[in-house]
């Protein structure tokens, strides 16, 4: 049995995995605010029994791999703090950013919790990407090697976000003067989205109640939903372009299933699409939404069963 712990910015799922046919049956999963106290919290949940190797995704950058800060929450992960809780050696605790360990499992999820929106055929043995919105903003690159599926983990979240139009520029320059510097992560995240509303109206209203504004019909609400769908759509695109990601782009974080049948997946495919000369050459990259409820925790069953 492998511990497989997602420890994102908001909260931190801890469960056990184990192999069933050709994936990993994810069971007993506990949920809980994300907060410093990760070891202990590990040896709570664990409560004396024996795992073999444990896994931990991880809502920061990797940089020794020994131990992780996070990006939005006070807190760091030491693999050797870990082991001790897990009662592990330290070499069987592996520690990735959390949407490597997405990227690990997309080969590993059922076909049927990865829906299509949009895009043509994906290309086999092409890289992908995969992108997702929710307390930040994740991204990694999957790619076939000789090796097997390798993924390549880094913080594309945070590069800049630009304007290309006149209508963008306007709101563009709001949320400068409020926040400086523009990422991808200042508007494509839950946090995000409440920053875009408010450079749109002049109020502060939570997430869930801007969803809850737009499903109504409220104009400013229903226009802070077509820009994030339509800037979504514009990194998602340039993150194609740089890792030629024929294999399709993948679409995961806590926002887009929140939204379901509500996501304008024609608005994204328009933006995904419009970086000329290479319109057709996007157009025929499929896109899909990740609908697994835990594919960063298959994703951890996956690199700690090998070891890597």
Known sequence: MILVGDVGGTHTRLAF???????????????????????????????????????????????????????????????????????????????ANDF????????????????????????????????????????SIGAPGAGGWRVIQGEGGHVDLAPVDNEELEIWQRLRLAHGRVSAETVLSGPGLERLYRAISGRQLAAADIDAAAWRGEPEAVYAHTLFTRW????????????????????????????????????FRRAFEDKEPYGAWLRAIPSFIVTHPHPGLVGLAVLASAGR
């Open 232 to 267: 979504l759509g514009r990194v998602a695109g340039n993150l194609a372009l740089v890792a030629g990601a024929r294999g399709g782009v993948f679409l995961a974080g806590g926002i887009l299933p929140r939204w379901g049948a509500r996501f304008d997946i024609a608005a």
């Open 100 to 139: 490597r360990a997405i990227a690990e499992g997309i080969p590993y999820l059922p076909r049927d919790t990865l829906v299509p929106c949009g895009g043509g055929t994906a290309v086999a043995g092409e890289p992908v990407v995969v992108l997702g919105a929710g307390t930040g903003l994740g991204a």
């Open 17 to 95: 995995a184990a192999p069933l046919n050709g994936t990993f049956e994810i069971s007993g999963i506990e949920t809980s605010r994300t907060t410093p106290d990760f070891a202990a919290k590990v040896a709570r949940f664990l409560r004396g029994r024996t795992v073999e190797a444990a896994a931990f995704g991880v809502a920061g950058p990797v940089t020794t791999e020994r131990a992780i800060r996070l990006t939005n929450v006070d807190a760091r992960l030491d693999a050797a703090e870990l082991a001790g809780a897990a009662g592990l050696a330290e070499a069987d605790v592996i520690l």
